[in-house]
């Protein structure tokens, strides 16, 4: 009979240490599924199909709209496993502090998790397609997945390419929005706000991009990524980073030359002295910190920008 109290005790033990292990990864998955990054993306979406697009006459409905925003969650959850999957070896010394696949988490079970979001996210596009009646809307969702798989696994370490194709997919959060009017020939819904919006994140991102390369810069150079920073140097990365801050500038100019709500306005100013600071912040920096910082200023103006469409 005592053996009995002690073997519950084992019991319990065992359990409470499954249920902690269960929770840390799920900590884990909920880290390199960049919760922030979903947040946004899905914001995005949400304005872009309430504010730049004519809602009433769309052939997209709530329902199917916010689907669309799940859909898009589940692409980018993916692109960012699969992204951590093939970068574990390079996060190790880019991001020690932040090295989890192949760390704390194994490769192999982020692969299986990789799949299985994929297989979610077919399923979501099969129901979105039957319910618009649109079956030519399923090619997209596979264009998405290979061509995030072919980033990761072939592209990222191509010099500008790289940073081109993650500047596309982004400025395609916007589009995959429209696509349903596009094949319908309902574009006519679409404000003209939408394509220089669509514009505005493609610059960002790029300028963004390239600024993430310099910052990680010694891990790429150890792991022979041949970025564009790694092939033509760090000065050349900086040069083509202030185009791309100069290009950002132009558009938030046209922008608030074209603006008359006098709050947009005064957010396009605050925005432009932003840009502004993250490429003198990028320019002086001496370190990968203050390379950070000056990248996490830009994703301001990214946020800030996406908020001035609701005024």
């Known amino acids: 009979m005592e053996a009995l109290p002690a073997a519950w005790e ?10 902690c292990r269960i929770r840390f990864m799920i900590k884990q998955f909920i880290h390199i599924s ?36 799940l859909l898009t969650l589940i692409i980018s959850v993916a692109g960012y496993f699969i992204n951590d999957y093939y970068d574990s070896e ?7 502090d932040q090295w989890i696949v192949g760390n704390t988490l194994s490769a192999s ?9 994929i297989v979610m996210g077919a399923l979501l596009a099969i129901w979105i397609a039957l319910r618009l009646n649109l079956l030519l809307y399923l090619p997209v969702y596979l264009l998405a997945v290979v061509g995030l798989q072919v980033y990761s696994s072939r592209l990222k370490c191509r010099p500008i390419i790289g940073n081109l194709w993650v500047a ?15 094949i319908k020939n309902t574009d006519n819904v679409l404000k ?6 669509m514009s505005f994140a493609f610059v960002i991102t790029f300028y963004r991009e390239v600024v993430k390369d310099v910052e990680d810069l010694e ?20 040069i083509v980073a202030m185009i791309g801050a100069l290009v950002l500038l132009i558009m938030l100019y046209v922008w608030e030359s074209r603006e008359s709500n006098s709050t947009v306005k005064l957010g396009l100013y605050i925005l432009q002295g932003a840009v502004l600071a993250s490429a003198v912040m990028f320019w002086w920096a001496k370190n990968k910190e203050e390379i950070h910082r000056a990248s996490t200023v830009i994703k301001f103006v990214m946020v800030g920008g996406t908020l001035l469409l609701l005024s």
């Open 10 to 19: 084992f019991t319990a033990l065992i359990i409470k240490r499954v249920s």
């Open 34 to 69: 960049r919760w922030p990054n979903l947040l946004i993306v899905a914001g995005v979406q949400i304005i872009v199909y309430h504010r730049l697009i004519d809602a009433e006459h769309s052939i997209l409905s709530s329902r199917e709209a916010y689907g669309l925003v």
């Open 90 to 96: 390079i996060d190790r010394v880019n991001k020690p």
């Open 109 to 117: 079970l982020v692969l299986k998790a990789y799949k299985s979001i």
């Open 168 to 182: 596309m997919f982004c400025a395609s959060v916007i589009f995959i929005m429209a696509v349903p009017d596009l």
């Open 192 to 197: 003209s706000q939408f394509w220089f919006y």
């Open 219 to 238: 891990g790429d150079q150890h792991y022979h990524c041949r970025t564009f920073v790694v092939q033509y140097g760090k000065k050349a990365g900086m």
